[in-house]
């Protein structure tokens, strides 16, 4: 059974967490997030030369490139160098699934060869997902990304963790990675196993929420892992039911922004089954880094852990570098990679990132910061026209995922008259909201907030949640709907 956790409130209640766990303890002077910049920037340069050597060499996609742009791999010798490469889209990663991306390695190298493990990203136009490739080499390093990564987080070998993660007929970061970050560091773990049923195999291969419930309680769970919206769901129910979740103290909120309003709703719910203090945090993670940045402190920037290992920049659509905190395009470079290998690949988020120590753990890695209230990214997709207005809805979505009563929530964007696409827009929100809540005030709230947020007035509509989101069905929630005839 997990010990009791008290959250670190600054740094030296930190380094006292860290020193009292001697698996972190023994290894914290080979944690290159504590380097200092100077070191942390000779690593990284020194690895970029090396991995410019194999993308030159074995890289179908870049070899070509380099041509194409008329760039020599050679005088790509600093980061700060990288800014001369044009960036890659996922436009051009999927136009093979990916394929072209995956390095080419002499069978002799054993660990660089074999493929360990394929977890898939974005489609392509075809509709197919893009296969992204780990090999044998990828995967023990992998192992040393969660290894920092749960130091970061406050995870420890003492911690039982229960993935909840869906059980899902496409291989994501999300189930697997989660086995492998419990694996390096020796936690105990168990299995939910939900997810959708799919058609031909029988109902039980899937397990439900109520079974996840019973076993986080009956087996003494003390850590969950999975998609934030689902564990909210899941805790909700619990606490109407009025289980004992007391030894809950550490979630993994990930998949989607999770803001400060949906991390304290979750506390608040838990300490009312009996838990004390609990650590929420809402990593930011994604394929193409196979792997989550963590939080020394909620909302206090997600932190990359591994330096060396990945170069993370804010930029411009031509490539240009923005300065510390100033929100762009998130572009990642592998800087130690054998199977599926990225230079100046767009992901498709807008952040901000700086390099700056942060303020509470000391680390001097790159981290990743709050742009839009209490969230990390935004999708770039996502970005839309609502009555003339380019809005992003990340800005709404914070605005109404920290009001207190609403439990969960869906934009959708629609026409004035569904059968004339040139009718004025209509920006309904979609509300389930807790029992015994004042309807009427938190509707006036919610109107005030998203006006406030993005300079439109909201149609609420009160809905049963599973209107909104049904976890026996959908992986995540969908928090905005865009309705409107296409074209």
């Known amino acids: 059974m997990a010990k009791p956790f008290k959250v670190p409130r600054n740094r030296q209640e930190m380094m006292d967490w860290i020193n009292s766990i001697p698996l972190y303890r023994d290894e914290h002077d080979k944690d290159p997030s504590f380097k200092s910049r100077e070191e942390i920037r000779e690593m990284q340069n020194a690895n970029l030369v090396k991995q410019m050597e194999r993308l030159a060499k074995q890289s179908p996609f870049y070899r070509e490139k380099f041509k194409e742009w008329g760039i020599d791999p050679a005088s790509i010798r600093t980061v700060d160098d990288l800014e001369k490469v044009p960036p890659t889209s996922k436009a051009d990663y999927m136009k093979d699934r990916g394929e072209s991306f995956r390095l080419e390695i002499d069978p002799s190298r054993i660990m660089e060869y074999i493929i360990y493990e394929i977890t898939y990203t974005t489609g392509t136009t075809t509709g197919l997902p893009s296969r992204f490739y780990n090999t044998t080499y990828d995967m023990f390093m992998q192992s040393w990304v969660f290894h920092i990564g749960c130091k970061i987080c406050y995870l420890e070998p003492d911690d039982f963790v229960m993935n909840i993660f869906p059980y899902h007929f496409i291989p994501h970061i999300g189930y697997y990675k989660t086995v492998h970050f419990a694996s390096a560091i020796g936690m105990s773990m168990c299995w939910g196993y939900t997810g959708a049923p799919l058609p031909g195999f029988p109902r039980t291969i899937h397990r439900s929420m109520q079974k996840a419930i019973d076993d986080i309680e009956r087996k003494k769970v003390n850590a969950l892992s999975g998609i934030g919206s689902y564990i909210r769901r899941l805790i909700i129910a619990a606490e109407e039911q009025g289980r004992d979740f007391s030894r809950i103290n550490k979630i993994q909120a990930l998949g989607e922004a999770v803001p400060k309003g949906m991390r304290d709703d979750m506390r608040r719910r838990l300490q009312n089954m009996g838990a004390g203090e609990v650590y929420i945090s809402n990593a930011f993670g994604f394929t193409e880094c196979q792997t989550a940045f963590q939080e020394c ?111 969960e929530y869906q934009f959708v964007i629609t026409k004035e008259r569904p059968d004339d696409p040139y009718s004025m827009d209509v920006l309904i929100l979609k509300v389930g909201a807790d029992e015994g809540v004042d309807r009427a005030a938190l509707e006036g709230e919610l109107k005030e907030k998203v006006k406030r947020a993005v300079e439109l007035t909201p149609k609420v509509e009160f809905v049963p949640f599973s209107e909104i989101f049904n976890p026996g069905q959908t992986l995540k929630a969908v928090r905005v709907v865009d309705q409107r005839p296409k074209g």
Do not use: W
């Open 297 to 407: 402190c909620e909302l206090g920037g997600a932190h990359t852990g591994t330096p060396d290992l990945f170069f993370i920049e804010a930029v411009d659509e031509s490539g240009k570098r923005k300065p510390d905190g100033e929100p762009g395009l998130l572009c990642i470079t592998h800087l130690d990679r054998r199977g599926t290998s990225l230079l100046r690949y767009l992901v498709g988020d807008i952040v901000a990132v700086t390099n700056e120590q942060c303020p509470f753990c000391g680390r001097n890695d790159t981290r990743i910061v709050t742009t839009v209230g209490s969230t990390y990214g935004t999708r770039t997709s996502e970005l839309m026209k609502v009555k003339g207005t380019l809005i992003n809805p990340e800005i709404m979505r914070d605005a109404v995922a920290n009001t207190p009563g609403v439990v």
